[in-house]
């Protein structure tokens, strides 16, 4: 591996625990709304959907924020959903109301339909991306590959949208354990064949999003969402490419399970700003890296403000390896991109101009 | 106080940690929605302000769910924002959007302009509808009178309404601390005057409910919502009326920080799902009672599921004293007011007809 003092390889060090000359910084949803070149770029795309599957539109969006600011690490430009969309359940996107299926699950009948997509066929636009991507990243920075995690996909399968509380599909969990088992295990498949697509195509860190895990009680988290991400890592362990790759998972409030999470043989957890970094890695201890966990509103106060809650972020962490600073959830459209510098300059402890 | 075996004072001893011959249960927002008598009476009042703002209709459906069910105490029916609104934000419901502030605070001047409403003139619908309950209910169970937390009102009064990141009232505290201060103090004494009047007409346990107080950092939530909470309890431990009231603290999603939510002085934590009741309990030892914690989703589950999934919030919390079973957030729409009778029989070890 190179050396500790380079934009090229801090994100990747952090995430091995070794020591680096700064913390390494990337933001979720960092390729977004609140940036006017991607607000420029997602209307010549005509739809969000014409933007994720049109590989050289999402890798003109991906390098726009590593561009702009010295972020450590790109994140592929893609959603959640496009595997489920792959599995045939029509996504589609309703304006002011965010992502729907057409066709949900509904019954172990419909379960039992599924499959697992071939990520270089039917999502063959998601590879294409990542070797733009890494084209024209040109190694600046490592670029992270990403897929939604079984529970949450399945969220969204169940209650064919977004949901406030998510109770279609936690009573299906519930009254149809077997058929929820079965959609879970062919969901961690498809994702782990999505993720090892990703990573032969050239992506340099994985990361699974699981948004909805943190709805569940500590004992259906580990049996309806946990499980399955240990499930991932065993598969990924099994394959050429990304064997190598490091593995961030991130259950959104699901802090009451930090444990079984590290010990799901990932490399890294993101976290979010509802527990504090030093409590978080007392409780995980020297398994796994840490990423986040900036509160995202923290980016609409003054730049002091934030330059001041950035400190408090990083000493709670304290002087080890292992942290990656993000946010605890995806940067807002309401955003001014001059703070998300003030952010990055004050992770770096470079001094304000 | 009476023997343990009687249903009027089940409840109020669990809160003091006294031995019981069942758990006692009641069901947050037990009075609504998901029962036909409550819709007739919602139909009959015109609006659902109309309903909270007349004493008599209150009454009749804070009732409604302790004449159906073998529930172990009644809490009165009323919306958090009554507060605000006797401030003169002019509270209103729009149709599908919950509830709106007409004139939000939005600067330290708005701030300056709000006073602590006597609650026997602009609120005197409120402790007549106690007493009316008070003399409805003739002693089968305790009374419950509650109000929001001056976080979660100073969310309502800075956004205008709900929202999914509350990001404005969030800059407002990180920008303008000291008028963020002032608006929480000023709620702290409103809602502790508020409280205690419902105390004096008869209120014989009280509640606050910290809806959004887990959408804050530790940090933030122990300085803006947790130091506001320990306020009312001083304030309370000083009144006539409501010193030997038990008081439950309920900060949804604030599982962080449970700790300096026990010291605040109150008798009882509520608690949300996403923590289990054994490490709860180990966390915050015997200073306090704990109410929940069933994830309210179980209701939509077949009656064998919620029996074993409220057998599992049992065995969690333990052959102590000190448990007052709940769900972890309120009741919804769509529950058969059946699986409700399934759950209430289960909580207190009767065998299902």
């Known amino acids: 591996m190179a050396d500790a003092s380079d934009r090229s390889n801090r994100f990747l060090r952090a995430l091995a625990r070794q020591p680096v000359d700064a913390t390494p910084v990337w933001i979720m949803r960092q390729a977004g709304r609140y940036l006017p070149e991607y607000r420029a770029t997602r209307e010549r795309a005509g739809s969000f959907l014409k933007l994720a599957q049109t590989p050289e539109l999402a890798c003109e969006v991906t390098l726009q924020p590593v561009e702009r600011f010295e972020l450590d690490a790109a994140i592929l430009f893609s959603d959640i959903l496009t595997v489920p969309d792959a599995m045939g359940l029509g996504l589609h996107f309703v304006d002011g109301e965010g992502p729907k299926l057409a066709r949900p699950v509904r019954s172990a009948a419909d379960v039992a339909r599924l499959g697992v997509p071939d990520p270089e066929q039917s999502l063959r636009y998601v590879p294409d991306a990542v070797r733009l991507c890494r084209r024209e990243l040109r190694g600046r920075v490592p670029l992270i590959g990403f897929a939604g995690s079984p529970w949450t996909l399945a969220c969204y399968m169940i209650e064919g949208q977004g ?175 001059a703070h998300v510098a003030v952010l990055v300059d004050a992770v770096h402890g470079k001094i304000a101009a």
Chains 1, 2 share one sequence.
């Open 163 to 337: 949901s406030r509380d998510f109770s279609r599909v936690k009573a299906f969990a519930l009254n149809e354990p077997a058929a929820m088992h079965a959609l879970l295990d062919v969901n961690a498949r498809a994702v782990a064949a999505y993720l090892a697509a990703q990573a032969a195509a050239g992506a340099q860190a994985l990361m699974v999003f699981d948004s909805w895990g943190g709805m569940l009680a500590p004992a259906m988290f580990e049996e309806f969402s946990c499980r399955y991400l240990a499930e991932i890592a065993a598969l990924l362990r099994d394959d050429p490419h990304a064997r190598d790759l490091p593995l961030i998972l991130f259950s959104k409030g699901a802090n009451a399970s930090l444990e079984a999470l590290a010990d799901t043989g990932c490399a890294a957890l993101g976290l979010d700003w509802t527990i504090t970094l030093d409590r978080a890695r007392r409780r995980v201890g020297d398994r796994v890296a840490l990423q986040g966990n900036l509160d995202p509103a923290t980016l609409l106060a003054s730049p002091d403000v934030i330059r001041r809650e950035v400190r408090r972020v990083l000493d709670d962490f304290g002087p080890h390896p292992g942290h990656v600073f993000n946010l605890g959830h995806g940067i807002t459209p309401d955003v001014d991109p």
